[in-house]
DNA sequence: GTTAGCACTCATAGATGCTAAGTGCTAAAG
DNA sequence: CTTTAGCACTTAGCATCTATGAGTGCTAAC
């Protein structure tokens, strides 16, 4: 068990470190605590708090840093959200005063706005969209050879495609398939729409078409693309900032990751239960970013699922600054978006 | 004048340099050429190469380095394009190997391949849209309150964006604001279709509608998009290992020039005279290029215009491959998009 | 439990010396 | 007039050393 004095010499050790990135001495941390010790005392008690396993030393004469069970200790029981300052708060506000003609551009702009408030990484996905349902779809002719697939979602989502016409089919088969598409489909969960794509729908294609695969794989393609997970990424070049630049390799492989949406799928994982969670990490399957440490908010827009937005950024970021931000923001993001469906989306 | 044999050590100056990164030594360079002098007359033909400005020192008593003007004579007179290793031939026919719906996959993959194959970045423009004729426009709607404006160009691009219907429209006179689109416009080079925009066709729509500006900014919109010139950059990581690392703001700036389509017209210029040429970064306007080199290539696709695809990379890139690489595949890549026009552009 | 004092450790920065690679110059040879 | 051997000189790069300052752990006294 921490005593007092412990918790207080820790947190202002996370403080600190995460504050100016240097390791915290005995005599630097007094001037900072309410304390009438000495720096012996304080020596003491940093014994202690390193032999639990909180805090480390660089080497065997330096100042201490946060373990990872520090920062995780510090984090669970310690961190305490500071409010935003009125300077970045103006920003946010700001920054969203524009009119969005998609969803998508909202949740891109949101993770411009957070990595340029933070000078981190910020990835955001916008509100789940495992539950949209098809609202409609389209097939525009372009020209003698090329059809656009167009397909809408409740959850505003608009997706595009073009293909070329597969051959045997002609445009009469072409257009009563549509309605039946649309009879069929439209309505209901993508989710729905993507089982009974396998299972009913060929049969009754194949009164309109001989091969109706063809035509499925330009429906099915679209169809993966708007039930897509799609994350934006803002501030991209700020990991160069954090990266101890040594190995061009390992930076050039952490962009790609970060480019790749699968990859960011299962970095951020399923929204969690708290809106702000913190992940080091060592807690995170992925060896290149064991000096990283992401920060995700859930925010929720009513009965259009749960939105993230995630910081990324080094262990040793400022905490209880972020998470303050953080939360501020998922909240006006929610608040956007939620703007942006009453007008839109619901009728 | 420069005599044969200096020019032959300046050629072998810079395919060392080029090749190794280091300044070249007498001794080195006498390794390597066929010549049976001594060491101590090739440094008195080098003090010759460094009086006219062509070569330099990076210190005291090291080794030679071209000069600025060093390698703009090389680039002039003395480089000899080496053929295409047979590996490389066979990737960029592999890597080209795929259908493509549009014409922009095709772009957008050849600044991939040529990024991978030189780990340099590479930029690359289409065929010039400056001359592409408007074949169609259509808009279709999407719910209650939104639209989606497409627009197709006999170059093969397409182009669309989602709107909300401007207040004072209705569908009525929207349809008939279309057809009036279709016949004005339908068929002539987007330039003009542009100049129409601003002058006899707000007086037309003036019978269907109170205020066309609304809908004159939609379409506007989209066809600004459609005109503009899209470039793709390939490899952009690969920037990290041409800058001296040193100062990571110059590299951001450097990225946010890359992303930015302007500073890449900028930066590209107009199709030069010559398939193939070299622009020294200090002869480029932008003080980040400095220490970059520029080799931009053009190609031609018959009657759909030129194309451009450019590789940005250290001064001291090795000339002879990189311009022997690129020769080929700015063919390669005429004949793939020709292919495609064959398919679907013309009829 | 707290503190002063002290011996100890280590990162950092600056100084020193050595080596390898390279140069320019000079004087002699071709 | 050109070429060459030889030599004195310069420099980057590297390893080695040293001083300094910030920090520690420990001990003995309060």
Known sequence: ???KRQLLILKEIVRLYTEYGQPVGSKKLLEQLPMHVSSATVRNEMVHLEDMGLIEKTHLSSGRIPSMKGYRYYLDHLVEPSSVDANDMAVIETSFDQSYHEIDQIVAQSAKILSSLTSYTAI????ELKEARLTGFRLVPLDNNQVMAILVTDSGAVENQIFSIPNGIDSDSLEKVIRIINDELVGLPLTKV???LHTSIPQLLTHYMITPSGFLDI???VLKKAAQERF???GKMNLIN?????DVNQLKSLYAMIDKNDDLAKLLGEPADQPIEVRLGDEMTNDLLKNFSLITATYNVSEHGRGMIA???PTSMPYSRMIGLLDVFREELAKKITDYYAHFGDE
């Open 219 to 221: 429906f099915g393609g």
């Open 242 to 246: 954090t990266s101890t630049i040594k």
């Open 124 to 127: 955001s996905l916008g509100p």
């Open 232 to 234: 934006y990424v803002g």
């Open 1 to 3: 068990m921490l005593t």
């Open 311 to 313: 910081l990324l950024g």
């Open 194 to 196: 993507i089982k009974k």
